[in-house]
């Protein structure tokens, strides 16, 4: 990274803790009921329920704040909430007390009489400026079967109450486990149903380093193309190839708010640029009637102007009305994938490689394997996703008739998780349970 693209980072955010405003960000709204990716200014408003909320006061905050609907005079606003250190020692002896089995939940009917406050009464707490905790207190208060209810139950109320009259938004920095997994959650097919252990299979098995220069397929949205440069850290460089004349879109690298320096070593060239014998000459270019460099370079930029893609109904990861951004006031994350220089080319053509990775579901595995391998190293890895195993069954088979690679192997990845609890620890009920598949090996010489 040049000294004066570490200038320009270090001027435009002092402190990458700390939200900005034109950041990108993760809001986390009630506990990972609404997952919501967001670009940060004075404009930008989120909708929690019927009322759409200012993101003003989450610029400047440290990422991991947590902010909940307040009630003032003037209106319902975000405000910033820290939690104290007996409302967590609380929380701690709450969590560590023994369920008494004694109560159960038999004898409590559902007529809707328990509960004795009225609509009228909780819009009057609001407009007198009452705080969500107040009305859910008042709520518990007033309610004739929460003392007959079973633990977990007055826990389950309280929650539900909570989330409707006090909602919380927690601030995630947007990398590449958070980003997928909001989209896995939500929007599966965006990414290729790309889970997070395939993921980070696909880093390890392609042997994603410092100084590495990558080639890469990217057809789940820019997803794999981020996860690389954020290893990466501005080193090496991230190739995107393509089939054809038009690059596959990058929108999602957008949201990790990478740095000048690492933009610029996100770059794009076509598999007909990589595959030709020779780099034609700037000469030959103009022979031929190609632009030269100059215009080259307006041509990217006014192409990209073209793509700008706004954080609206394409980019929300929770349902399309949700978000509203004034297009005036919300400033755009700079693009990624400049089109890569001829000496890079050049430079890719007589060295290759350092290793391949390949997302493409849309894609057969084997055409695209049989056009990128050449264009690695000899001995270096490579990883291909898919989300069935046939497609790649049939791309090893074909590698190994045809000896182009080595140490070819068809990996499943599983994860599973657990909620951990007092007395009640258990996988969850509604988890995944497919991930995709990774073939993965080394190039060798045929000959």
């Given at each position: 990274m040049s000294e004066s693209n570490s200038r320009h980072d270090s001027d435009r955010n002092p402190n990458p803790r700390v939200t900005w405003d034109g950041c990108s960000v993760l809001l986390d709204i009630n506990d990972g009921d609404r997952l919501v990716f967001a670009r940060l200014s004075g404009g930008a408003k989120l909708k929690i329920g019927n009322k759409n909320y200012s993101l003003q006061p989450l610029i400047g905050a440290p990422f991991?704040?947590?902010?909940?609907?307040?009630?003032?005079?003037?209106?319902?606003?975000?405000?910033?909430?820290?939690?104290?250190?007996?409302?967590?020692?609380?929380?701690?002896?709450?969590?560590?007390?023994?369920?008494?089995?004694?109560?159960?939940?038999?004898?409590?009917?559902?007529?809707?009489?328990?509960?004795?406050?009225?609509?009228?009464?909780?819009?009057?707490?609001?407009?007198?400026?009452?705080?969500?905790?107040?009305?859910?207190?008042?709520?518990?208060?007033?309610?004739?079967?929460?003392?007959?209810?079973?633990?977990?139950?007055?826990e389950k109320y309280r929650l539900k109450k909570q989330k409707k009259y006090a909602p919380k938004v927690l601030i995630r920095r947007p990398f590449a486990r958070s980003i997928c997994e909001a989209y896995f959650k939500k929007y599966p097919v965006r990414i290729g149903f790309l889970r997070i252990d395939a993921l980070s299979l696909l880093l390890s098995m392609a042997n994603v380093t410092a100084h590495s220069d990558v080639l890469l397929v990217d057809m789940v949205g820019g997803l794999v193309t981020g996860a690389v440069a954020e290893r990466l850290g501005g080193t090496g460089y991230v190739c995107n190839t393509y089939r054809g004349s038009s690059p596959y879109p990058l929108e999602i690298v957008r949201m990790f708010n990478f740095s000048d320096g690492v933009l610029e070593r996100i770059v794009r060239s076509s598999l007909s640029d990589l595959s030709s014998s020779e780099a034609l000459t700037l000469e030959e270019n103009n022979q031929r009637g190609a632009p030269d460099t100059e215009n080259i370079v307006k041509d990217i930029s006014t192409s990209d102007n073209v793509k700008e893609i706004s954080l609206t109904s394409e980019e929300t990861v929770d349902t399309v009305p949700e978000m509203t951004f004034p297009a005036s006031k919300v400033s755009k994350a700079p693009k990624a994938g400049a089109k890569a220089s001829k000496e890079a080319v050049q430079m890719w053509k007589e060295n290759g490689f350092s290793s391949l990775i390949i997302a493409a579901p849309e894609q057969d595995a084997w055409s695209l394997a049989k056009d990128l391998l050449p264009l690695l190293s000899y001995s270096a890895p490579f990883a291909i996703y898919h989300q069935y195993l046939q497609p790649l069954a049939t791309c090893m088979h074909n590698l190994q008739q045809e000896k182009m690679a080595i140490n070819l192997q068809i990996s499943e990845p599983w994860i599973r998780e657990y909620q951990v609890l007092p007395s009640r620890t258990h996988p969850h009920m509604q988890m995944s349970s497919f991930g995709g598949y990774v073939l993965s090996g080394t190039r060798i010489s045929s000959s």
């Amino acid at each position: 990274m040049s000294e004066s693209n570490s200038r320009h980072d270090s001027d435009r955010n002092p402190n990458p803790r700390v939200t900005w405003d034109g950041c990108s960000v993760l809001l986390d709204i009630n506990d990972g009921d609404r997952l919501v990716f967001a670009r940060l200014s004075g404009g930008a408003k989120l909708k929690i329920g019927n009322k759409n909320y200012s993101l003003q006061p989450l610029i400047g905050a440290p990422f991991g704040s947590l902010f909940q609907v307040e009630n003032e005079t003037k209106g319902s606003c975000l405000s910033r909430v820290i939690p104290t250190k007996e409302e967590s020692n609380n929380q701690n002896e709450g969590d560590g007390l023994l369920i008494d089995e004694s109560r159960d939940n038999r004898e409590i009917v559902d007529n809707n009489q328990a509960q004795s406050l009225t609509g009228e009464e909780i819009e009057a707490m609001r407009r007198q400026g009452a705080k969500g905790d107040e009305i859910v207190e008042a709520l518990i208060a007033n309610s004739k079967t929460f003392e007959k209810k079973f633990q977990l139950s007055q826990e389950k109320y309280r929650l539900k109450k909570q989330k409707k009259y006090a909602p919380k938004v927690l601030i995630r920095r947007p990398f590449a486990r958070s980003i997928c997994e909001a989209y896995f959650k939500k929007y599966p097919v965006r990414i290729g149903f790309l889970r997070i252990d395939a993921l980070s299979l696909l880093l390890s098995m392609a042997n994603v380093t410092a100084h590495s220069d990558v080639l890469l397929v990217d057809m789940v949205g820019g997803l794999v193309t981020g996860a690389v440069a954020e290893r990466l850290g501005g080193t090496g460089y991230v190739c995107n190839t393509y089939r054809g004349s038009s690059p596959y879109p990058l929108e999602i690298v957008r949201m990790f708010n990478f740095s000048d320096g690492v933009l610029e070593r996100i770059v794009r060239s076509s598999l007909s640029d990589l595959s030709s014998s020779e780099a034609l000459t700037l000469e030959e270019n103009n022979q031929r009637g190609a632009p030269d460099t100059e215009n080259i370079v307006k041509d990217i930029s006014t192409s990209d102007n073209v793509k700008e893609i706004s954080l609206t109904s394409e980019e929300t990861v929770d349902t399309v009305p949700e978000m509203t951004f004034p297009a005036s006031k919300v400033s755009k994350a700079p693009k990624a994938g400049a089109k890569a220089s001829k000496e890079a080319v050049q430079m890719w053509k007589e060295n290759g490689f350092s290793s391949l990775i390949i997302a493409a579901p849309e894609q057969d595995a084997w055409s695209l394997a049989k056009d990128l391998l050449p264009l690695l190293s000899y001995s270096a890895p490579f990883a291909i996703y898919h989300q069935y195993l046939q497609p790649l069954a049939t791309c090893m088979h074909n590698l190994q008739q045809e000896k182009m690679a080595i140490n070819l192997q068809i990996s499943e990845p599983w994860i599973r998780e657990y909620q951990v609890l007092p007395s009640r620890t258990h996988p969850h009920m509604q988890m995944s349970s497919f991930g995709g598949y990774v073939l993965s090996g080394t190039r060798i010489s045929s000959s």
